[in-house]
């Protein structure tokens, strides 16, 4: 995987500048580098025996966690679940590929097969667990369909609201999430190997939590979809299901879980090749970055004080208002960029960008802006006030060209932020 982003018009490149652009480049992709799946399965699998176990792969990075546990065990099974872009054949394996962010019938199928197979397990299950597990795997209630519990993701995703929130309710819906696998496996032994692509590492809230206890309660469900005035706007159905006095979810059978890969772990990764701590001038935001994006970009943009490289790990929102292209990670670049030229602050790039190589319904993983960005973009005719206020930071990235494209990466462990000020 190697990140690469768009070649600045010749006026706009400044030699010091591209070497900035270029390092930090290189910062994101060590970061990428560290949540490698295959390598951490591989790491978690040594002195582990199993006997014949039935392997589940859901997210993201399912293909490549399966593929390096096929070398470690002997599987009874191996069902892989993930995303179109990751999606390949893989010899003894069934793979399945199916929508994120948004459900579709393909990973509704998916999902029915993994709870056909897991019905007839034998004795021990190893579920791989990676984010984007949620969207891939719908297995909707009784009485919700696959398009009533696609529109409940769409409000939830378009709400702001945190991916914790989000899965709250998405558990209350399914049959698979908050401890679903671990109770269609009964009586097998369930081990898990979890990819974190969750702030702080809630393994409740990684994929909805397939084997472990649910976020929170039915009640709980309803009054975070009304503190964001989603009650209302919700299917029928939903309002139906979560309104009913539903069975305690947090009842389940025991099972084992380690988490092997994580944003936090990423981001030590990018602190040790950027040459070490403070005295270096390497400065590590200590807790995630996350929340809206204009108030993340303030919280950047807060941290510059001196030269040096600054860097940031989490997941921001972003509350939809307009109807443009883009992602979180590339409209927290653009927003950085206004406000550091409010601010008077030259000689720097920002890059932010997914570590699964998409941000948002596009083809980028984010955008790398620098001192230059604004006035690219009024030179192609771009208004910057205009592109935020529409959601748009795609086109507006991609005028000025700074659009970050690196492809799918097969892993997943959220966003990633590099600032460096000369």
């Known amino acids: 995987m190697k990140p690469t982003v768009s070649d600045l018009p010749p006026e706009s490149s400044d030699p010091a500048t591209t070497q900035m652009r270029q390092r930090a480049l290189k910062l994101f992709e060590v970061g990428v580098e560290e949540a490698d799946p295959a390598r951490a399965v591989e790491a978690a699998l040594k002195g582990r025996s199993f006997h014949n176990p039935l392997v589940i792969a859901i997210g993201k990075a399912a293909r490549a966690m399966a593929e390096a546990a096929m070398r470690h065990v002997t599987a009874d099974m191996v069902v892989v679940v993930t995303n179109y872009e990751n999606a390949s054949p893989l010899k003894g394996a069934e793979v399945h590929a199916a929508s994120h962010p948004v459900p579709d019938i393909q990973g509704a199928r998916a999902a029915l097969r993994v709870e056909q197979v897991l019905a007839h397990a034998k004795g021990e299950v190893l579920a791989l667990i990676s984010g984007g597990g949620s969207a891939l795997l719908p297995a909707p209630v009784t009485g919700v369909s696959l398009e009533e519990k696609a529109e409940v993701n769409r409000l939830l995703i378009g709400s702001g609201a945190d991916i914790v929130t989000v899965n709250l309710v998405r558990q209350h819906l399914s049959r698979l999430k908050g401890g679903g696998i671990l109770r269609a496996a009964y009586p097998s032994k369930v081990t898990t190997l979890v990819l974190s692509d969750v702030v702080n590492d809630d393994l409740r809230a990684i994929a909805s939590g397939p084997t472990v206890s649910p976020i929170g309660t039915p009640q709980e469900a309803v009054a975070a979809l009304k503190d964001f005035d989603l009650w209302d706007r919700l299917p029928a159905s939903v309002r139906s299901h979560l309104s009913q006095d539903l069975p305690d979810m947090g009842d389940l059978p025991e099972g084992e879980i380690e988490l092997i890969g994580s944003n936090a772990r990423s981001l030590a ?23 809206d994006v204009a108030h993340a970009a303030e919280v950047v943009v807060d941290c510059v004080t001196q030269k040096g490289i600054y860097l940031f790990g989490g997941e921001t929102t972003v509350k939809i208002k307009g109807e443009g292209l883009g992602g979180r990670n590339q409209e927290l670049a653009l927003r950085v960029a206004q406000l550091a030229a409010a601010r008077g602050i030259t000689d720097y790039v920002f890059l932010s960008g997914g570590t699964d190589g998409r941000d948002g319904p596009t083809d980028a993983a984010g955008g790398l802006v620098d001192d230059g960005t604004l006035a690219r973009m009024a030179a192609a005719g771009v208004d910057i006030d205009d592109i935020l206020a529409r959601n748009n930071s795609y086109h507006g990235l991609d005028a000025a060209g700074d659009l970050l494209k690196i492809g799918p990466t097969g892993t997943n462990v959220a966003d990633l932020q590099v600032f460096i000020k000369a």
Not at 269 to 277: D, K, L, P, Q
């Open 269 to 291: 990764a990018m602190a040790r090749a950027a040459g070490g701590g403070v005295a270096h001038g390497v400065h590590v935001f200590p807790i995630p970055l996350e929340g």
